[in-house]
């Protein structure tokens, strides 16, 4: 069985069904890889572990009774009695495009390094195989948290754990763009699958081209990194080869939200049953394709395409 930590912050997302009334679900980019990831992975095979901080409300117990209900394995979710999640709101214009609003500079996620030491979080994240995590997971954390992560990835790198990590940058989170750079540059070192988004890397280290950024990305020795380019095709990249994969045509953009972050899930899906990486691309191309035709980040379940039956 093999054993895959997500580490991140899950919040409430409010999204607007019309100018008056608002939708109540689950999201937040860690939270809907680790579903996404649970949709496809076999479950008599993968477990797949959810590692955050959630309050001792009714909406932390709706959210952990939700995650549960897909599969995912809540022993690591720290529970805080001071604590709420964290909230945002989502305005979608007529192209799918969104405007967020963040309401979670005092959410329980950002005490996950802090306050929960009975979970023994260092002694089990390093008994996983596979560790996930985003510049986001890096950005709401404190800097003595930063560092006790920092240490764990360490000492998971030495045992043979392999990192996962999207860049995912989002400059609200962070002081400045040079402050993003720092930790996520430090964090790049330990990191074995790259998933970064072009546009985020291009905002914040100036990468020309996505070819450019596979070339930044190497010197830290990372073993495969995927470039993604929204509707353009992904460049696919390790120190031998590149490869371009397009992506899916698209009639109709509802809502972009969960877009890279599906894309993600099924690639390393696709990957963890030894699917080479042009098919695991055609995989996240086909799950983000459909996640993107549904208003929020998580689509129905009944809506899951058959990857394999796409792309056997």
Known sequence: MKQIAV????????????DTTLALSFAGDTLNFAIYLRRLL??????????????CDSYSDSMLKNWQE?????????????????????????????TFYFYRQNSAARELFKSC?????????????????????????DEASREYLWAILE????????????????ASLWPDAESARTVIDRTLKWVDVALPTFIDEQSLFGDVTPEACVQRL?????????????????????????????ACSIEK???????????????????LLDIEPIKAAQ??????????????????????????????
């Open 155 to 170: 000492k998971a790198k030495q045992k043979g754990v392999k990192i996962i990590f999207d860049t995912n940058y989002r």
């Open 218 to 246: 190497l010197k830290n020795k990372i073993i495969e990194i995927i470039v993604k380019c929204g509707a353009e095709p992904v460049l696919i990249a390790t120190i031998a080869t590149q490869k371009s994969v397009p």
């Open 70 to 98: 897909e599969g995912l394995n809540t022993d690591l979710v720290c529970r805080l009695p001071n604590k709420l999640p964290g909230l945002y709101l989502i305005r979608t214009d007529e192209e799918g495009e969104r």
């Open 253 to 271: 953009t509802v809502d972009t939200t969960g877009a890279g972050d599906s894309f993600n899930a099924a690639y390393v899906a696709a990957r």
């Open 283 to 312: 995989w996240g191309h086909q799950l983000a394709s459909m996640v993107i035709a549904y208003p929020g980040a998580i689509i129905p379940q009944e809506a899951m395409p058959d990857l394999r039956g796409y792309y056997a």
């Open 117 to 141: 030491a009975t979970l023994d979080l260092e002694k089990k994240l390093l008994s996983m195989d596979y560790l996930y995590l985003t510049g986001i997971t890096l950005a709401i954390l």
């Open 42 to 55: 076999p479950a008599e095979s993968f477990t797949i572990h959810y590692v955050t901080a959630l309050g």
């Open 7 to 18: 580490i991140g912050e899950a919040m409430l997302e409010l999204s607007h069904r019309s």
